[in-house]
């Protein structure tokens, strides 16, 4: 069974304060690691999909990796427009469509 | 562009009356479509998903059902709600070729009381 631990829970960061949030998976067969951002009482809107361990994606002030075993989502001098909570997921060669979530982390971002 | 949208917002029930929650995709055709659940500290659940007209794969067994009358017409039902049927519920939907990257209405925050 697909299994995806994120931590911490919470993070509070100072505006310009970088630091970086993490995704632990074990998967059979990674076929799609993904990163989403929820806000609060919506739906998650997609950020990036990583596929092979060494893979890095940028979006401004986001930049997602990929290991084996973890991915990282990098946030580089933080606004307070970056507050939410950030959503990791994979897909496992034997899950089929489905995708297998993490709880989160919820980060906010204080002026 | 492609556009999903999901209602109601927000949905007080009582205990044992039937439910029915409506999501329709835009802009794609043949899309797959999935109902997710959110539990407040849990993650995000899947409940059902669909490959096309009629068919309908559940993960979870439950009081819920889905049905998929039309391409993009995605319908989640019960006929009798549970207070642990409370949550927020999620429609999302992904290019049918590649069953990646899902792309989420903006929820309904169901309450049972």
């Known amino acids: 069974e697909d299994q995806v631990t994120q931590s911490p829970e919470a993070l509070r960061l100072q505006e310009g304060e970088s630091s970086s949030l993490n995704c632990s998976y074990t998967v059979s067969g990674l076929r799609g690691l993904f990163w989403y951002r929820q806000d609060p009482g919506k739906g998650p809107e997609f950020l990036f999909t990583?596929?092979?361990a060494g893979e890095e994606k940028e979006k401004e002030r986001l930049k997602a990796t990929l290991t084996k075993k973890e991915s990282f989502l990098h946030i580089t001098a933080p606004k307070p427009e970056d507050s939410a909570t950030y959503l990791c997921a994979v897909q496992g060669a034997g899950g089929g469509n489905k995708l297998t979530f993490g709880t989160g982390t919820q980060l906010k971002v204080e002026l | 562009s492609q556009t999903i949208h999901q209602w109601p917002a927000t949905l007080v029930q009582p205990v044992g009356s039937p439910l029915s929650l409506e999501c329709t995709v835009e802009g794609t055709s043949n899309p797959n479509l999935y109902w997710y659940r959110q539990a407040a500290g849990r993650g995000l659940q899947l409940l059902f998903y669909?490959?096309?007209?009629?068919?309908i794969s559940s993960e979870v067994p439950q009081n819920l059902s889905a049905s998929r009358p039309q391409d993009r017409q995605f319908i989640l039902s019960s006929k009798k709600l549970l207070l642990s049927d409370s949550g927020f519920y999620l429609c999302?939907?992904?290019?049918?070729?590649?069953?990646?990257?899902?792309?989420f209405g903006s929820g309904t925050q169901l309450s049972v009381l």
């Open positions: 999302a939907w992904s290019v049918t070729s590649t069953n990646e990257k899902l792309f």
């Open positions: 990583l596929y092979s």
């Open positions: 669909s490959v096309g007209i009629g068919q």
